[in-house]
């Protein structure tokens, strides 16, 4: 079982609609988790990053985290066709050094 | 440089040939990640290096591969006799200090024929 899980997709919505991508973990010990997005032969780039439960809001994205479910989502708010790439959730122990810990990635598409 | 640099983009290579792949970090980040991307899956960590030193080596899936970065500074990645299996995008990422956020490069495609 890999360490963190994230269902592939693919998602396709309207451009307007809200977006929801979803992690599960099975380790307590991670205490920091990151959404990246990766656009088409691009490398991954950073979204989001926290390391307690609750709510962070940047913009149209928000990342939740509930540690006691170990479960992690973004929220996209009118999603536009430019936001349309591969979403990753990635997950990290304690240490800032260490390595991260990837799913595999969502693939979104935003149709206009 | 702007962001993390890597070469070549692309390289397609035979079965059990050497192949090294290099990663020009952000001026000035002592932290350099490599990790691997095979098609429809997410980076999987292989190295880390603090500094000229590897500070965990655990990814690293078997003894053909080696990465050394003698000044700490510019990393390779080296493969020995190559397998189709190798195929993937190899990804590297440098590390800034105050906020711990890592940047990648666009990676390297390798294509093991």
């Known amino acids: 079982q890999k360490e963190v899980e994230q269902d592939p997709g693919p998602l396709s919505v309207p451009e307007g609609a809200i977006v929801s991508l979803n992690c599960t973990y099975s380790n307590s010990a991670f205490q920091y988790f990151m959404w990246y997005r990766q656009y088409s032969r691009k490398g991954p780039e950073l979204l989001m990053y926290?390391?307690?439960?609750g709510n962070k809001e940047d913009g149209r994205f928000t990342a939740q985290v509930d540690k006691s479910s170990k479960y992690i989502s973004l929220f996209i708010r009118d999603s536009q066709p430019s936001d349309s790439a591969t979403y990753l959730c990635?997950?990290?122990?304690?240490?800032?050094?260490?390595?991260?810990?990837f799913g595999r990635g969502t693939q979104l598409t935003v149709w206009p | 440089g702007a962001g993390v640099s890597q070469t070549p983009s692309n390289k397609v290579t035979e079965k059990g040939k050497y192949v090294e792949l290099r990663c020009d970090p952000i001026?000035?980040?002592?932290?350099l990640y490599w990790y691997r991307q095979s098609l429809g899956q997410g980076p999987e960590f292989l190295i880390y290096f603090q500094g000229t030193g590897a500070a965990d080596d655990s990814g690293l899936p078997n003894d053909r591969f080696f990465a050394v970065r003698p000044e700490g500074s510019v990393s390779t990645l080296k493969i020995q006799r190559t397998e189709r299996g190798d195929s993937a995008v190899y990804l590297c990422a440098s590390r800034r200090e105050v906020t711990g956020e890592l940047f990648f490069g666009e990676g390297s495609r390798l294509t093991v024929l």
């Open positions: 001026s000035g980040h002592t932290a």
């Open positions: 926290t390391y307690s439960s």
């Open positions: 990635a997950i990290k122990k304690g240490s800032t050094l260490g390595r991260l810990y």
